[in-house]
């Protein structure tokens, strides 16, 4: 089947051939009663009526079911499209001409988040641990959550936030029409207040890929699967990594743990490591934010 149907023309027909074989099935069942291998529910007109109606909902719900899978198969193929292109892409990287120092919390999802595109990608980076409560190994930063990743493609720059780490890196995997500089312009920082009235740091475009239109052509060739993957993007930031917090830290003695595990990993000190120890019953959430 893969060497006959491949690619995009074999994912389109998947639908068609899904529904063919649900009408054809629903079409033999009915045959079959119409011969008396499939017993009825009783006899008589009513009988027969309501095997035919029987007959028509699996009909039915074979056309559903293939035209379900269809959809989530067109939805899902242009971004494994776009992983690939990004894996090649990664995999020629020559050596050290991006190098990425990560500078994180062990348990933070967001951190999580970031190594895991990474991680996926097959992209070599340097990982610093920060203390949640001294902070002093960025200190050279004027934002102070983490994660923050310091990016050298020529020249060192530095990209806040989650989200616009992994659209930057990405689309820099994917388009080296640009350089790394120019693709970190496109998610220029703002500042806005929160319902809460503190005022914060958002970003711009944040889920968007820098692409031009050949190159979103290739990673997206339909609409759906962009606008598909800016909402899923958005619900992990917005609603995934918040339910993560509650439940790791559900009780003092587990966010001791976790804080504990913090300090193992990160190495620090005795010193260093009792205040992190001593926080660890408060919620760290608001010390590592995306």
Not at 106 to 118: D, E, G, Q, Y
Request: proline residues 6%; charged residues 20%.
């Amino acid at each position: 089947m893969a060497a006959a149907c491949s690619g995009w023309r074999c994912l389109g027909q998947v639908p068609w051939r899904l529904r063919a074989a649900g009408q054809a099935a629903g079409v033999g069942l009915l045959r079959a009663q119409s011969r008396g291998y499939c017993s009825p529910f009783g006899t008589g007109r009513y009988a027969r009526g309501r095997a035919l109606k029987d007959s028509r909902m699996l009909v039915g719900a074979a056309f559903a079911l293939g035209g379900t899978f269809g959809l989530f198969q067109t939805l899902q193929y242009p971004l494994k499209a776009q992983e690939r292109l990004a894996e090649q892409q990664a995999a020629k990287l020559p050596a050290g001409s991006l190098q990425l120092t990560l500078y994180q919390y062990k348990t933070c999802p967001f951190c999580s988040k970031v190594r895991a595109f990474l991680d996926y990608h097959g992209v070599p980076y340097e990982i610093v641990e920060v203390n949640p409560v001294m902070r002093k190994e960025i200190k050279f930063s004027s934002y102070r959550k983490v994660p923050i990743l310091l990016a050298n493609a020529g020249n060192a720059l530095q990209l806040n936030d989650s989200s616009v780490i992994i659209s930057a890196i990405k689309t820099y995997l994917i388009s080296r029409k640009k350089s790394l500089e120019d693709i970190v312009s496109f998610y220029p920082p703002m500042k806005a207040v929160n319902e809460r009235g503190k005022e914060v740091t958002e970003y711009g475009n944040k889920y968007w890929l820098m692409l031009d239109e050949m190159e979103t052509q290739h990673v997206y060739p339909i609409k759906e699967a962009r606008v598909e993957e800016m909402k899923w993007r958005e619900w992990a930031d917005v609603w995934l990594v918040h339910l993560i917090s509650p439940n790791v830290y559900r009780t003092p003695r587990e966010a001791l743990a976790s804080f504990d595990y913090i300090v193992h990993e990160g190495k620090f000190g005795t010193v260093e490591g009792f205040l992190p120890s001593m926080w660890g019953p408060l919620p760290c959430s608001s010390s590592a934010r995306g």
